[in-house]
């Protein structure tokens, strides 16, 4: 089983900066692809960015230039560092890995952290 916990939410000004961390944890094999989605109150989750096992990222046009994603295959840990936040990037961020476990593939999400961006 993996679980995935996510911390680095909370509530910053238009124009600051926060970093999201995401570790996993379990029978972990391997994780080939980690991810970053937000859910906004009344939207649907889209993905925000991702990164392969190899560095390989994209990201959503709305952010490009302004967060990035990283990771650290050693660590099974995943950063998403938020820049220039602006106040319609407020929502719950959700973590997202998936990779192969003991014996099965796995896709898990992580319960989520709120970045509220607010004057």
């Known amino acids: 089983q993996v679980q995935l916990v996510e911390s680095g939410g909370g509530l910053v000004q238009p124009g600051g900066s926060l970093r999201l961390s995401c570790v996993a944890s379990?029978?972990?094999?391997?994780?080939?692809?980690m991810a970053w989605y937000r859910q906004a109150p009344g939207k649907q989750r889209e993905l925000v960015a991702g990164?392969?096992?190899?560095?390989?990222?994209n990201y959503a046009d709305s952010v490009k230039g302004r967060f990035t994603i990283s990771r650290t295959n050693v660590k099974n840990t995943v950063y998403l560092q938020m820049n220039s936040l602006k106040p319609e990037d407020t929502a719950v961020y959700y973590c997202?890995?998936?990779?192969?476990?003991?014996?099965?593939?796995?896709?898990?999400w992580g319960q989520g952290t709120q970045v509220t961006v607010s004057s």
């Open positions: 997202n890995a998936r990779g192969v476990a003991t014996l099965l593939p796995f896709d898990e």
């Open positions: 379990g029978s972990i094999r391997s994780i080939s692809t």
């Open positions: 990164i392969t096992r190899g560095g390989s990222t």
